[in-house]
């Protein structure tokens, strides 16, 4: 990190915002730099002045009290004025069919908001998975840029056989393999270079559900995520290239190309 | 331009609106209310107060804010009950600075941003009254124009992240990361705040 990027970086550092990859970085080029090490102070020193010497106004008690009193007064839904006898019928059915509509559609809801958790915290793990290999400097089980060498490493190890391939030609070399968690199972991890940048394709066998090659696209803590079904597998991309790389990349390898 | 500092004062005369809001027969989820909005009534008023940089205006914005999610409590799908309310407070405080403060609202522009920090000078007889470097403090937070108060704001006293921030005040985060170096900036070279720092000797 030089001192330019580490400049524009520092509020975002100052406020927690960064990640611990970047936070990571951002430290040890802060340690061994004085102007940006002054300018991280000069921030700290502003925050705690504010902090302490800025007034924070809490509700005062009369319109804490006004509030409570204005609610007490209020109609509760939950106790409804009892109904006539014979109109009770009448709102029974209807609300019997309101009750089963309300339901199917629960059920609708509870479905799509559990698929879209499945897949959030799968983007979440895999995005660790990326930032701790990063971090470690565990990038590659297997350093080859030969895929005949990598493919039978990872099935060796695996239940599956992953697609590997090579995109020298196309600027994404393959720089080998390692071995993953993810969602409670063991999958392979494709590392791939572009320029500076490392790009982690997590890959396991497609279980039902639709084929989707084109890349859906989410960004997480800095990083991008991109998503594809195809080629028999599930594909996670992850990399701080931009979204655009990336989407190309799992695009070629959910095509199978 | 002088925030007033009776947070009490104004008490006494607030109470028609919530009468409006009494005479809704529409049943709503008071104890719902009673969860998600009334534990957030301090960081409501202190966005209002910062806002509208008034005690008594503070306290009819909550009100406003109150009664709106009061309605809209049906709407409130879960999440941060702190974000959503807050969005709803500042609504209601745009709204009120929409009818009584017009202009504040279209000085809110980049040229005039400069041009507020800058004649935010104080006068002498200002700078012989203050003597509590916190009320400098006060007064520049209080001079900074709208969009980059409310954000100032939301972070170092509220502490919300990021996210919650670009949601209350919808914005792209992108945005909200702009405007808080902006205010930063101008707070940092403020003049409220130079002149205590030389009379003072530096620090």
Redesign the interface.
């Known amino acids: 990190m030089n001192c330019h990027e580490a400049m524009a970086m520092l ?2 550092y100052s ?1 927690g ?1 960064l990640d611990a990859v970047q936070s990571a970085a951002m430290e040890k080029h802060v340690l061994g730099c004085p102007e940006c090490s002054a300018q991280r102070d ?2 700290a020193a ?2 705690v ?3 302490s ?8 008690a ?3 009290e ?3 009193a ?2 007490a ?6 106790h ?1 004025a009892p109904r006539p006898p014979r109109e009770r019928w009448h709102w029974l059915s209807a609300g019997a069919l309101a009750g089963s509509a309300a339901t199917v559609f629960a059920w609708f809801l509870g479905t799509a908001v559990l698929d879209w958790r499945v897949s959030t915290d799968l983007d979440a793990e895999v995005v660790a998975n990326h930032a701790r290999a990063t971090l470690a400097h565990r990038l590659t089980d297997v350093s080859s840029s030969d895929r005949h060498t990598v493919k039978p490493w990872l099935s060796s190890r695996l239940d599956y056989s992953p697609p590997v391939q090579d995109f020298t030609a196309d600027g994404w070399p393959l720089v080998g393999g390692r071995l993953d968690y993810l969602g409670g199972q063991a999958v392979a991890t494709l590392v791939y270079r572009y320029r500076e940048h490392t790009i982690d394709v997590f890959v396991r066998p497609l279980s039902g559900g639709v084929v989707a090659p084109t890349p859906s696209l989410t960004a997480r803590r800095g990083f991008n995520v991109a998503h594809a079904t195809g080629a028999g597998m599930e594909w996670w991309g992850v990399s701080d290239v931009s979204a655009d790389v990336l989407a190309a990349l799992v695009a070629r390898l959910a095509h199978g190309e | 331009m002088v925030p007033d500092r009776a947070p009490g004062r104004g008490i006494n005369r607030v109470a028609p609106r919530y009468d409006a809001l009494m005479g809704t027969a529409r049943p709503v989820d008071s104890s719902r209310f009673e969860q998600v909005v009334v534990p957030q009534l301090d960081a409501a008023y202190n966005l209002a107060r910062w806002l509208t940089r008034n005690a008594s205006d503070a306290e009819d914005v909550v009100q406003d804010a109150c009664e709106r999610a009061l309605k809209y409590m049906a709407a409130f799908r879960g999440g941060e009950p702190k974000a959503w309310f807050l969005t709803i407070v500042r609504h209601a405080g745009y709204d009120w600075i929409k009818r009584n403060r017009p202009t504040e609202l279209i000085a809110d522009g980049t040229d005039a941003i400069e041009r507020a920090a800058d004649t935010a000078m104080p006068t002498p007889e200002q700078n012989a009254l203050r003597n509590a470097s916190s009320t400098a403090l006060t007064e520049a937070i209080a001079a900074l124009p709208l969009g980059y108060r409310e954000v100032l704001i939301l972070r170092e006293l509220e502490e919300l992240p990021y996210r919650d921030i670009a949601r209350v005040v919808d914005i792209p985060i992108g945005t909200v990361m702009s405007r808080l170096a902006r205010a930063r900036a101008l707070l940092q070279r403020s003049p409220l705040l130079i002149a205590i720092r030389e009379r003072s000797g530096g620090s």
């Open positions: 509020p975002t406020d915002e000069a921030l502003l925050r002045r504010i902090r010497e800025a007034p924070y106004y809490p509700a005062p009369a319109l804490r006004k509030v409570r204005a609610l007064r209020t109609p509760l839904a939950a409804p």
